[in-house]
């Protein structure tokens, strides 16, 4: 089993619609969960993250934890056609002796329509 | 800050030959991490260091795979002899302890695309 598993797309998603993104994770020692977006060609860019359970809001993005689960995922509302690009979901964990460890999906690649 | 500086951006090279990575993280950060990205496994993580020491080395894929970080402001990868199924792109991402509350962001470099032929 993957660490960190997501649906590899693509996602198509009309102009002004919310796309919803989501990833698992096998570790239930993993403390907290990132969403980097990528665009074609380029490195990855933090989007936003999360490590308690419920919804946090940042503009448009909305990332929603459930450690029970082992479940997060990406809302983008009112999506727009420069959101179209790869989303990766990354898992963060501190080891007992304090060294920290990200480990990423395969990312989701999102497609949107005019 | 100019980031995290990855060079060469582009690297062809025959199979059999050696080729070196490099990387110089962001000044101050204390982890850096090398990946590895292709279509059909994603962003892979090689290893990774902590205030220069290799703390993680699981995801290197073989021997023929070695890193180092002689000091806090440089790193590299190194593959020899390099063969046509290490052709991916190899990011290298620094990040420092502590920054977040309750983990830790990542910085990427813009990448080495790297094509063994």
């Known amino acids: 089993q993957k660490e960190v598993e997501q649906n590899s797309g693509p996602l198509s998603v009309p102009e002004g619609a919310i796309a919803s993104l989501n990833c698992t994770y096998s570790d239930r020692g993993s403390q907290s969960f990132f969403w980097y977006r990528q665009y074609s060609g380029k490195s990855p860019e933090l989007i936003m993250f999360?490590?308690?359970?419920g919804d946090k809001e940042d503009g448009r993005f909305t990332a929603q934890l459930n450690k029970a689960s082992q479940y997060v995922s990406l809302l983008i509302r009112d999506s727009q056609p420069s959101d179209s690009a790869t989303y990766l979901c990354a898992v963060y964990r501190a080891s007992s002796f304090g060294n920290e460890k990200l480990t990423f999906g395969t990312g989701t690649r999102l497609t949107i329509i005019p | 800050d100019a980031g995290v500086i990855q060079s060469p951006r582009h690297e062809v090279t025959e199979m059999g030959q050696e080729v070196t990575l490099r990387c110089k993280p962001i000044?101050?950060?204390?982890?850096l991490f090398w990946y590895r990205q292709t279509m059909m496994r994603g962003l892979e993580l090689l290893i990774y260091f902590n205030n220069n020491v290799p703390i993680d080395d699981s995801g290197m894929p073989e021997d023929r795979f070695s890193a180092k970080m002689p000091n806090a402001s440089f790193s590299t990868l190194k593959i020899q002899p390099s063969e046509p199924r290490d052709s991916a792109v190899y990011f290298c991402?620094?990040?420092?302890?502590?920054?977040?509350?309750?983990?830790?962001?990542?910085?990427f470099g813009q990448g080495t695309r790297l094509t063994v032929v």
């Open positions: 000044s101050g950060h204390d982890y």
């Open positions: 999360i490590y308690s359970n």
């Open positions: 991402a620094s990040s420092l302890r502590g920054r977040l509350i309750g983990g830790t962001e990542a910085f």
